[in-house]
């Protein structure tokens, strides 16, 4: 009965190098959504995926930054050539499906800290 | 571009009593609000929900109150209890869209034995 899942849990990086950051979803869950929180901040929306598809990435940079949710496996948040302001937590959220009422659940969030 | 506030950084109550934190927003569109709360080095934790056509929610000890003319909700905890330390988002959608949620900044509950 595991939870959303997120891996790895703390990521370090030196400028320039790239970022993997990967999330299972709960079972029975479809559909994946990926938050920041830099510092002392509240968590901004970056992207909302589906099984093979972006369905919403208003909240992504629009350089270094890209999501993919495979047909099978983890959904994966890769950040391209890491500058120090990328350092923040990231978290995954699933929900089973989308609609009014429909929960989005969190992962335990990957900590990635750019030197 | 802040469209849920928390305008309270931090509050702090003694434990059995009341803990009332708030939330006010400026989209109308918004048509579904939830709490959630969260420990250091941890994911945010579903709390509690409402939906727009409702004006209360009640869950055990927590309840959330929405006020749709004010634009404004409420959680109230009661009794508070020590483990109820931590800090609490509010967040807003409009499922109508992608279902993606807009956060406040939070608000950090420290509850005194």
């Known amino acids: 009965n595991a939870g959303v899942m997120q891996n790895p849990r703390h990521l370090v990086r030196r400028r320039g190098q790239e970022a993997r950051l990967r999330c299972s979803p709960m079972?029975?869950?479809?559909?994946v959504y990926w938050y920041r929180q830099l510092p002392e901040e509240g968590l901004k929306f970056m992207v909302y995926?589906?099984?093979?598809?972006?369905?919403?990435e208003s909240g992504m940079p629009k350089e270094r930054f890209s999501a993919e949710f495979p047909k099978e496996g983890p959904s994966i948040l890769r950040i391209q050539q890491v500058v120090r302001g990328d350092s923040a937590a990231y978290f995954c959220?699933?929900?089973?499906?989308?609609?009014?009422?429909?929960?989005?659940?969190f992962g335990p969030g990957t900590r990635l800290l750019v030197l | 571009d802040q469209q849920v506030k928390q305008n309270s950084p931090s509050l702090s109550v003694q434990e059995g009593r009341i803990s009332i934190l708030n939330c006010d927003y400026t989209?109308?569109?918004?048509?579904?609000f939830l709490w959630y709360k969260k420990y250091p080095a941890e994911g945010p934790t579903f709390l509690i929900s409402?939906?727009?056509?409702?004006d209360k929610n009640e869950d055990g000890r927590f309840t959330v109150f929405l006020n749709k003319s004010a634009k404004h909700l409420s959680l109230h905890i009661v009794p508070s209890q020590p483990g109820d330390s931590a800090v609490y988002f509010c967040?807003?959608?409009?499922?109508?869209?992608?279902?993606?949620?807009?956060f406040g900044q939070g608000t950090t509950l420290q509850v005194k034995p």
């Open positions: 989209n109308s569109m918004f048509d579904y």
């Open positions: 967040a807003a959608t409009n499922n109508g869209n992608t279902g993606k949620l807009i």
């Open positions: 959220a699933s929900s089973r499906d989308r609609g009014p009422g429909e929960t989005q659940y």
């Open positions: 995926l589906q099984k093979e598809n972006i369905i919403d």
């Open positions: 409402i939906s727009s056509i409702k």
């Open positions: 079972k029975g869950h479809s559909h």
